[in-house]
């Protein structure tokens, strides 16, 4: 057994895993990349990520919503496309590729930041990046688009007191509802953090599932509000990676 690459930049050495399963793409930032990002590889240029939906399309998959993983059996050609935290250039750089190709994804929308920043990420010296704002979310879901809450204020909620956990989970979910008249279905946990009570938060509020961090793809028995997923970014330089990419592509030489 072949370990498998930290991320996803292309289906090569998925292409067998993502047939046993509903696997869950992270995508973050589409477009160029400003001056001073941090996390440079969660910049994926609008031709990389066009290529990596026509690259998916030509190996049989098609694209899904998150619900899928609860099919009692779940499709081997299916994959669901999600972005975290809504950013500006998802609607500039995204769109028209997802428009093009047919491409169906989940934007996870932090329901109290709509149209502001990343400032979470200010603390640890992240670029300045424009969140979508109410119309652009608009224009999103005209175009047949799903959206899903990311909480309020994107927050660790494993910190929070069970009644600020409540009011992340419940508040994001209604007020995203109101505002944009749509079933809002999917929740995403910020950081990936959760603990078993706010899972079972997120159950309680009527979300049919919840996203992760966790690395894998999904099965008929995987819980659907602890979902894994497959972060998408440029190839890694680090030397393992090389390495590892070399040995995807000599299996599939000889195993064709
Ligand atoms: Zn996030």
Known sequence: MLDFPEYYSGIRPFKQLFRKGL??????KIGPRPRGARLKGLYLSE???RNHLKELKNNGFCFASPEDARLVRVPNDRVVITFDDA????????????????????LFVIAGMIGQTNTWDAALGEAEERLMDEVQIREWLQEGQLIGSHTLSHSHLSRLSPEEVKNEVYR???????KFGVPVNHFCYPYGDLSPAVVECVREAGYQ????????????????WMLKRWTARYPSRKLKNYWLRFRWLLRDIFQG
Do not use: M, Q
């Open 47 to 49: 031709r990389t990520f």
């Open 209 to 224: 599932t919840a996203c992760t961090v966790e690395r894998g793809v999904n099965f008929a028995g995987t819980d659907p």
């Open 172 to 178: 994001s979910k209604a007020l995203l509802e109101d």
């Open 87 to 106: 950013y500006e250039n998802v609607f500039r750089y995204a769109l028209d590729a997802l428009k093009e190709e047919k491409g169906k994804a989940v």
């Open 23 to 28: 696997p869950i793409l992270t995508y973050h």
